[in-house]
Each structure stands twice: as C-alpha cells, then as structure tokens.
C-alpha cells in the first residue's frame, strides 16, 4: 500500500489533535474536580446526578423553611411568655379589690392599673413584625387582630379562624402562627337570665375549647326538666347537652358548672355566652372606678375565672408550639441525612478520582510527545538524504 506525503501528514496531524483534545480535558477535569465535563461522558451517571440535585434542592429548600419558621415561632413564643406575665400582674391587681382596706380611692387607682395592663396586653396581640404581617391574626396578616368595636369598652377579634401553614417537608406542614381568638375570647361566661327570677352563679367553664364552638347555649326549665341547647358558632344544627341539677348545682357534663340562686319554675331559662378577655376588664375596670358602689363579690370572681381561663389558653398555645417545634426539629434533622447522603452518591457519580487522573495526564502527555518528536523526526526524513 502506497502512502503519500501529504495523506501520511494528514494521519499524524489528525492523532496529535485527538491526543491533544484528550489532554485538554483532563486537563479541566483537574482543574474542575469534576469526572463529567458534560453528559455525553457518562450519560446514566448524568441523568443520576440530575436527579440527586433535584432532590438536594428540595431538601435544601425544606431545611430553610424550617429555620425561618423556628425563628418565628420563638418570636410568637416570646410574646406569649410576655402575655403571660401581664395576665399574672392583672391578676394579683385584680386581687387587690377584695381587700376592704383599699377604700374607694384605692380602687379608683386599681381601674387606671387595669386599663394601663388592658393596653399592655393588647400591645402584645396586636403586635406587628418588621415586614408588616400581625402574629396573631390568623391567614390574614395585615389586618390588626383585635380591635375595640364603635361600642367603648368592647372588644371583637376581626382576623381570620385559620392559620398560615408552612412546608417543611413533601408530606408535612405546619402552622407559622396561632390567632387571639384562640387565646382571649371564649376565656370567660356571661349568664344571662332571659326568663324567670333565679339567676346563675359562680359559672365555671370546665372545657374551653368545646365551649368556643358554641355561639350560644341556653340553659330552660321544661317540664320539670332542664334541657340545655348549644347553637354552634359554623351554623350547624343546634346540640342538645346532657344537664343535671342536684339541689341548687347546675352541671351541663364537662362542659360548665354553676349554682342556681333563687327560685325556679318551669319556663325558666338562662342564656350562657362567651366573654372575651378584654372586653371583661374594660367593664371589671369601669365597675371598679366608682369605689363607692363596687361590692367584691361574684364579679370579682368571675373576672378571676376569666384571668384563669386565659392563662390556660396561653399556656396550651405554647405547648402546641413546642409540639411544633419538636417536630421541626426531627423532621430538619431527617433532611440533614439524607441531604449528606445524597451529597455522597452524586460525588462518587461526579467527582474525580486525582490519583487516576494523574497518572492518565502523565501518560496521555507522554504519548503526546513521542508522537510530536516522531513527527519531526520523520518530517526532516528526504531521499535526497541518500542519494550519492
């Protein structure tokens, strides 16, 4: 077989720019640390990596929604730490008007401390973040929770019920905040006689949070029986509750408990709502502030009962937030895994292996070589070398 010059030029041009092209890159891949400098090198190996890195964003995404929840909700947890200690303080200064020695301007003074820790505490549920959203007012954060109505010394809740919940996983989310209707209405009872001449006392409210169900429970005398409906708060059908009455104790089971005081008839009834925490210390506060006509008795009780019940509440709100908190916690820590593992895989799919790529750098430049210097070699070769 005849070789020419040129077709013999054109074979080792053509090896030394292969040779040079797979120097170059392991060249980069050096340079990079990366075995695939694009995925015609190994495509399955690509197509897992791909994979992987969708995952690990995911993940990745997961893990900073959960530090950014966890930081919110130790805010929320702060203030109801806060909350807590004014409820304290309204309560040993509500405290101070069953003390007879007070006097009536004394208890003139207590009612401008109440409305000063009434303000204290709204401050706190009414507390607004840098970026503008309300802690407490359920899905719709710009809106100031809790308000007082264009009646003085009432208060409503004009947030929205539910609560904004955050992804922290493909399966799991969890609720970013609590709203005030959860922690200061339904916190008291106000028994109202609407028939007959007895009246209830010393009302007690054992289940707040069936009882925040109810918009209304009517307490009547029929027949010779007490029957107790409960009107829920969702416009359902009205529910019947299971009512005794032992001597003069009124007990509708594990709901509320309260005395009868005075004489009943059939036809008579009582009308049970809920008390919000506010709007029972404005009107504990203005009921005090005239020291001359303020008898302690059974609003001092109620109003304590109040206090009481939404200490409670704050207190279950907290709970719930470690609950969250706990669970925050396993669930980042189980992310944290397999975000290493998935890590590990794609470097062992990806990365490169020095001590192979050396030694391959070492021997594709050594070829490299030898073919330039045969080349030369060969190229300064002419048969009028040999002609005499």
């Known amino acids: 077989m005849r070789v020419s ?3 013999f030029n054109n074979m080792m041009v053509a090896s030394m720019q292969q040779q040079g092209s797979e120097l170059a890159n392991t060249y980069d891949a050096i ?3 990366k075995r695939l400098q694009q995925p015609s090198d190994d495509a399955l190996a690509a197509v897992q990596i791909l994979h992987l890195n969708k995952e690990v964003a995911f993940l990745e995404q997961y893990t900073d929604n959960i530090a950014a929840l966890e ?4 805010q929320e947890e702060t203030l109801l730490t806060n909350m807590v200690n004014v409820l304290q303080g309204i309560r040993e200064t509500i405290v101070l008007t069953g003390n007879v020695a007070v006097g009536p301007q004394g208890l003139e003074s207590i009612s401008g401390v109440i409305g000063e820790q009434m303000d204290e505490l709204l401050s706190l549920v009414n507390y607004r973040r840098s970026d503008g959203q309300y802690f407490f007012s359920g899905t719709t954060s710009q809106t100031l929770p809790v308000v007082e109505t264009a009646t003085p010394g009432v208060y409503d809740y004009v ?3 539910g609560q904004r919940q955050v992804a922290i996983s493909g399966s799991t989310e969890v609720a970013a905040n609590d709203p005030a209707s959860a922690l200061f209405f339904n916190s008291g009872v106000q028994a109202v006689t609407a028939v007959g001449t007895a009246a209830l006392e010393g009302v007690t409210v054992l289940d707040l949070d069936t009882f925040s169900l109810y918009a209304s429970i009517s307490v009547e005398n029929v027949a010779g029986t007490w029957t107790t409906t409960a009107t829920p708060k969702d416009g359902g059908p009205a529910v019947l509750l299971p009512t005794t009455v032992t001597g003069d104790e009124l007990s509708i089971t594990g709901l509320i408990s309260a005395n009868i005081e005075g004489a009943t008839a059939v036809g008579d009834r009582f009308t049970l709502t809920a008390v919000d925490t506010f709007t029972a210390l404005s009107a504990f506060a203005s009921e005090i ?4 006509t303020f008898v302690p008795g059974d609003s001092l009780g109620d109003m304590l009962k109040t206090i009481d019940n939404t200490i409670e509440k704050v207190g279950q709100v907290q709970t ?5 908190l706990n669970t925050m916690s396993s669930v980042g820590n189980s992310h944290e895994d397999v975000i290493l593992m998935n890590k590990t895989l794609r470097s062992g799919l990806e990365d490169l292996d020095y001590a192979e790529a050396i030694s391959r750098l070492n021997l594709q430049q050594t070829a490299l070589t030898a073919a330039q210097q045969t080349f030369v070699k060969i190229q300064s070769m002419s048969l009028f070398d040999y002609m005499r």
């Open 5 to 7: 010059t040129v077709q």
């Open 31 to 33: 340079t990079s640390g």
């Open 71 to 74: 930081n919110e909700l130790r």
């Open 159 to 161: 947030g929205s019920e």
């Open 289 to 292: 502030s005239d020291g001359r």
């Open 320 to 324: 719930r937030i470690g609950g969250r």
